[in-house]
Every structure is written in C-alpha cells, then in structure tokens.
C-alpha cells in the first residue's frame, strides 16, 4: 500500500462523503483510507460503509480528542508507506494522488504541504474567503505558491509524511492549536525534507459565516504564538504585517479625526490597496460580486489575525 490517507471528521458525514467521493474517483488507486472519528454525536459510520465496495476504507470511532491527537491514532492504524492528511471539508481532483506520487519521487520528498483553492461551483463568499487567505494582498500568497518550496509550513488540511517521519519524531503534540505548523517545524528541525507540492492542491470548501471566519483567523493569530512555545523562532517579522495594517488604520482614522496633513496619503494607500483586492479577485473569479467580497474577507481577515497574534501574546507576558 502506497499512501494510507488520514481523515479525522467531527459531526459532518456529509461533508465526508463528498470527499470519499472525490477519492473514489482518482486515477491512482494504490491507497487506503482511514477515517478517524473523534467523537462525533452524528457518526459517519454508515457513510462510510457505504464506500466500502469501492475503497479499501477502515472507520474507527473514539471519545473527542481534537484533530490532531485524531490523525495521531489514524497515522498508527495506518498501514502504508507515506501518510496523506486531510480536513474533512476538502475535495481532490481527479489527478491529485498520482500528481502527489509523482512530485514525492521525482523530488526524494519525507513530507509535503499542498495548497487550498475554490472551485468554480463554490459561494461566492466561500471564494472570497479563499482569497482573503491565498492572496499576496493579505496573506502574502504564501499558502498555495512560494519561490522556494521548501520553506513552506505545511497545513493540516492537506499535508503529509513518510511512515518513517512519523515512526522517528512521532505525531502532533497538540489537538488544534496550530499543532500542523509545530509539526512542520520539527519535521525539518529533525533533518526531513518537507516541500510545497503547488500541484497537489485541493479545493478547500469552507463552511464559515463572515462571523466564523473572523473568530477563525483570530485563533490562527493566537495559534502561532502557540507554536513559539515548542519553537521560539516559530514567530518571523512577516506575521506581524496583519497588526501593522490595523495600526495604519486607526493611524488614519486619527489623522482624519485631527486634520493631519498626512490623512490625504494614508487614505490613498487604503484605497489603492482596496481597488487592487476588488481588481484581483473579480478577474480571478471572474465575478465583481466575489471581488467586493474579498474586500470585506480581506479586511475580516488581517484585523482577526493581527489582533489574536497581539492578544495572545500579551496574555503569554501576563503569564510569564
């Protein structure tokens, strides 16, 4: 067995049988799937027995632990060579693990990160919400493209190892709070190459309202101060750029409220950077209703993880 694909799923049979389906359909079938259910109140049991035919699928319930400490029982019932980890509310392409067999070999690869995108069937808000997390003008683009693949921090939504990382350094060391980027981390630190597959991607359909995204990104904020716990480095200077756009916000809401001679270019900055945000994302979705979206997505999202990196941090100092 070549890949053994790991998915912990919480209340939404749903939501996974869609992505059974999306595995159903690959063009490599050397893999197993075992879905990890952490205990859910609405069980995917009988979703996945109806796979069964089709996919070499093992199900296994257990009392509530969080994903992480859920992919960790996965990862040991597991019997493959490489680990393959996903979130629930993703979908494969066609191609995607022949794509992934493909780059792990040709590129000698112990783990890998791959991105998230939208499909062209989702919301209009679910790809506002993928843009304000995939693009340069929020996020940098760091999650889906970067010019050194092998600085990437891999997600949990779609991530992976090699049986012997997981047999050599062990699994996460926290159920949910930015325990894929700890791993990442140590995986590297212990001497594994782990990269960016772009080509590996999925199609990353979120289910957030605007209210839960922002309490979503609030904890990503929060989550990589976590990290820094296990790895003081973990907390670079770029992290820190969705803080500086709330302070030149309010920077500019006080000029403006005083009359300061530099209020005219502080507001010319926020609205260049508001029509490159609507321009970007219409041409990319082809949608002007998606492009204001992100407007609101992206502004959602740089002020909840900008202030849940400053909240967090100023309640780790509280605590010494």
Known sequence: MYFSVIIPVY?????LKELLKSLQNQTFHNFEVVVMDDGSTIKSENICDTFNRDLSL???????????????????????????????????????????KKAIQDRDLDA???????????????????????????TGGIRGKLKNPSKYQARGFNMGVSRKVFETIGGFVD????????????????????????????????????????????????????????????????????TLFIVFC?????????????????????????????????????SLIVGIYSLLTSFTQLFSYGSGLVYELVRKTIRG
């Open 58 to 100: 093992s199900y296994f319930f257990q009392q509530n632990q969080g994903q992480g400490f859920a992919r960790n029982d996965g990862m040991g019932h597991a019997k493959g060579d490489f680990f393959v980890i996903l979130d629930s509310d993703v979908l494969l392409p066609s191609g995607y693990l022949e794509k992934l």
């Open 175 to 242: 159920a949910n709070k930015g325990e894929d980027i700890e791993w990442s981390i140590r995986i590297k630190k212990a001497g594994f190459k782990l990269e960016l597959v772009e080509e590996a991607f999925v199609f990353h359909k979120r289910k957030n309202t605007l209210k839960s995204f922002a309490i979503q990104a609030f904890s990503f904020g929060r989550n990589r101060v976590n990290v820094s716990r296990y790895h003081p480095d973990a907390i670079k200077e770029v992290h820190f750029l969705p």
């Open 112 to 138: 890998f990160g791959g991105p998230d995108a939208a499909d062209q069937n989702f919301s209009a808000i679910q790809k506002a919400m993928d843009y304000a997390m995939t693009s340069f003008w929020t």
């Open 250 to 286: 309010m920077g500019m809401g006080i000029s403006g409220l005083l009359g300061l001679w530099v209020f005219p270019f502080q507001l010319a900055v926020l609205i260049f950077w508001s029509l490159a945000v609507v321009i970007e994302s219409s041409i990319k979705y082809r």
């Open 11 to 15: 209340n939404r049979p749903e939501e």
